[in-house]
């Protein structure tokens, strides 16, 4: 069976922390699924990740190697660094519901760059165009508490949600069946399909549930 891998176009960790909600990470070469707690200890701001795939080398793929063949396609991540972790770990992924931009910015960057995607702005802070917190289309939803809104748009439901879970002892590289999606960004690609059976290709969102993302400290 062969097996073909093509390389993200975009990617970019969101922060829901007060001071980085606006904070852009576009070219980072890490993307972290973290929690930061507050001085007091009573509140905690997660992060999230967007990854994008060229629509270009997906009809590659289709168009040139599979064909008409049946296939699997898989979301792979790899970890470099784990720190106090939970016993068990789940990882949500999405399809993500509208376009994004990656920006030039770096989470050590004095000054921060906001010229790309945040937890707040799907752009930047200049077109300050915000993702939806409510009015959302068909299918479409976001989470967030508190003063943390924003943090992404997706699609949610029966076919649009793929979970990952890993205990201490698992190998904590993320390998992901998202044929699903697939299916529905080629869908829209090829034979112009719209929802529910073909979507935009806007690529991924990884996050935890809810009920993890904002509860106790859970890196």
Do not use: C
């Not at 097996?3 to 970019?12: C, G, M, S, T």
């Not at 852009?24 to 699924?33: A, F, K, R």
């Amino acid at each position: 069976m062969a097996i073909y891998k093509i390389f993200p176009v975009n990617d970019a960790t969101i922060y829901s922390h007060p001071l980085r909600q606006d904070l852009n990470t576009g070219l980072d070469e890490v993307l972290e699924l973290t929690e930061q707690q507050s001085n007091t200890g009573t509140d905690y701001y997660p992060s999230r990740i967007l990854i994008k795939f060229k629509d270009t080398e997906i009809q590659d793929v289709f168009q040139n190697k599979i064909g008409a063949n049946s296939y699997s396609a898989s979301l792979q991540l790899y970890t470099t660094e784990n720190r106090d972790l939970a016993a068990t770990q789940t990882i949500e992924v999405y399809p993500v519901s509208g376009a994004w931009d990656n920006g030039t910015g770096k989470y050590l960057n004095d000054p921060s760059s906001s010229n790309g995607v945040s937890w707040t702005y799907r752009d930047n802070s200049t077109a300050a165009t915000a993702w939806l917190t409510s009015s959302f289309s068909t299918g479409v939803t976001a989470s967030f508490s508190g003063s943390a809104y924003g943090g992404g748009n997706w699609y949610t439901g029966s076919g649009f949600i793929n979970t990952a879970s890993f205990t201490l002892v698992d190998n904590l590289d993320l390998d992901i069946n998202v044929t699903n999606v697939v299916q529905k960004y080629s869908a829209s690609l090829f034979t112009s399909q719209t929802y529910p059976t073909g979507i935009t290709n806007n690529g991924f969102i990884l996050k935890r549930p809810d009920s993890e993302e904002f509860g106790a400290v859970n890196q």
